[in-house]
C-alpha cells in the first residue's frame, strides 16, 4: 500500500500561482512514476501531468503545457506541481496518484494504483 496526501491547494486570482504536493508514505517512492489529476465539477478526472520514478521523463497535458511543471524528489517522497499562470479553467479538485509502471507516464486514469484524497484549486477572474 502507498498512502498519498496532497496540500498547497487554495483560492488564487487568475495569472497567480500555486505550488501542490503530494507526499507518499507506505512502499517504497521511487518504486513508482508519479502524475497528477484534475476533476471538475460535471466533469470527467483527466490527466495533468506525469513523471517516471527516476525524474527522468514527464508528460504534460496540451491545456497545462508551458504553465505547469511536475517534478519529484525521492528522498522526500514527494511529488510537486507547480502552477504558474491560473486560469479559471484549471478550477477542479487535484489528485495525486501513483503508478507502479515507473519506467513510462501513463495518461490513463485506470493505470493508476494509489491516490490521494485531493486538494481544491479555485481560480477566480
Known amino acids: 500500500q502507498v498512502q498519498l496526501v496532497e496540500s498547497g491547494g487554495g483560492l488564487v486570482q487568475a495569472g497567480g500561482s500555486l505550488r501542490l504536493s503530494c507526499v507518499a508514505s507506505?512502499?517504497?517512492?521511487?518504486?513508482?512514476?508519479m502524475g497528477w489529476f484534475r476533476q471538475a465539477p460535471g466533469k470527467e478526472r483527466e490527466f495533468v501531468a506525469g513523471i517516471t520514478s527516476s525524474g527522468g521523463s514527464t508528460s504534460y497535458a496540451d491545456s497545462v503545457k508551458g504553465r505547469f511543471t511536475i517534478s519529484r524528489d525521492n528522498v522526500k517522497a514527494t511529488t510537486y506541481l507547480q502552477m504558474n499562470s491560473l486560469k479559471p479553467e484549471d478550477t477542479a479538485v487535484y489528485y495525486c496518484?501513483?503508478?507502479?509502471?515507473?519506467?513510462?507516464?501513463?495518461?490513463?486514469?485506470?493505470?493508476?494504483?494509489?491516490w490521494g484524497q485531493g486538494t481544491q484549486v479555485t481560480v477566480s477572474s
Open positions: 496518484a501513483a503508478d507502479r509502471n515507473r519506467g513510462t507516464v501513463r495518461v490513463g486514469s485506470v493505470a493508476y494504483d494509489y
Open positions: 507506505g512502499r517504497t517512492f521511487s518504486n513508482y512514476a
